[in-house]
């Protein structure tokens, strides 16, 4: 039988997404949207004096693996500074690609592994990625 695309794994960790919310300061924003799937996201980021990661909020509209993929970015980002995530976003763009075998470039992210197959998905699940950079390269 062939496993599903949407595994319930994957729509749990979809609902498991928080909503949006104020945070104490916005230091950084992007708003970013998929011209392959039309998912949307809006992500706010607060830094911390090292430029890294304190909180964020984001917004998002988005397929099944697209808010997932921002569930694992809202649990799994804290602390991480611009390096980090840009290289994240480069690792996680091979692994989709099927260019590495490795899924460890982000805690969780071996949950989205039926997507690898469906290139159409894979904008979705960068996204959220592309938009935290793009808030933090926004930042004050």
């Given amino acids: 039988m062939k496993e599903p695309l949407y595994t319930t794994e994957i729509l749990r960790l979809a609902a498991s997404l928080g909503d949006p919310h104020s945070l104490e300061r916005e230091d950084g924003q992007a708003e970013l949207r998929s011209p392959t799937c039309g998912s949307r996201v809006t992500l706010a980021v607060q830094l911390d004096k090292h430029r890294r990661i304190e909180r964020l ?30 290289d994240t976003l480069v690792d996680l763009s091979r ?46």
Avoid: Y
Avoid at 62 to 72: N, P, V
Avoid at 107 to 134: E, Q, V, Y
């Fill in 95 to 140: 692994w989709l690609a099927g260019q590495s075998d490795t899924n460890a470039v982000w805690p969780g992210i071996s949950t989205l592994a039926p997507a690898r197959s469906k290139s159409a998905r894979h904008g979705a699940i960068l996204l959220p990625f592309r938009a935290l950079l793009k808030a933090m390269e926004a930042a004050r």
């Fill in 57 to 86: 909020s984001m917004r998002v509209h988005a397929c099944a693996f697209g808010q997932a993929s921002a569930a694992l970015v809202e649990r799994h980002s804290r602390g991480r500074n611009h390096a980090e995530v840009s």
